[in-house]
């Protein structure tokens, strides 16, 4: 919404209200965005894409669209694939599996990082799909940050470091004056990302 210039509001819930707020929401779950006349619109993707063809961030091109979808859909795979990662083990041995998970030699992790970073490198210049800025990079900018802000134990730091084109997207997604300028706008207490990975 910041990069398509729309006006809305930020509204970050704080964890003691969500037991109360949980039942009211369309699925038990956040974001929800509510738009102006009330309708509200629930679950990431959706909102995602919704806002991405309002500012025409998603393609309109039927294969390019679906292009994007394989990709965000992809990028969801790291979170599901990262979390099983050592269920069920002792703390240590499951940090030790899920680091394992991000190399080369070890794991899902790092097969679905290494297949969007050749996806990345097969396309035109430094997005995901096409030309220009799409949802997509926007997922896997979120997805890549997500992977290696300490959510997930024993995920090292520098695991996206031997993925030379996912370092060039997300430092574009990052530079982007909109993108850039909504980070500076935050509460100084929100963790924001600076590493990109090697270029």
Known sequence: ????????????????????LKPTTPW???PV???????????????????GKATGLYPTDVIAAAKVDSIMDAVEDIGGKTNAEGQ???????????????TEEGGATYEILKK???????????????????IADLCIYVGSC?????????????ALDSFHNLAILRKAVRSNPAVSKWYDGLDKSVKVPTSFGKI
């Open 146 to 158: 997500t992977l290696i802000s300490g959510l997930y134990d024993g995920i090292p730091k520098d």
């Open 88 to 102: 069920g083990l002792p703390q240590a041995e499951k940090e030790a599996a899920r680091k394992a998970a991000c």
């Open 116 to 134: 969007i970073d050749s996806v990345i490198g097969s396309n035109e210049g430094c997005y995901a799909v096409g030309k220009s800025l799409t």
């Open 28 to 30: 038990g779950s956040l």
């Open 33 to 51: 965005l509510t738009l102006s006349d009330g309708t509200e619109i629930a679950q990431q993707r959706a909102i995602l894409r919704l806002i």
């Open 1 to 20: 919404m910041s990069i398509g210039n729309v006006k809305f509001t930020d509204d970050r819930i704080q964890f003691p209200q969500w037991k109360e």
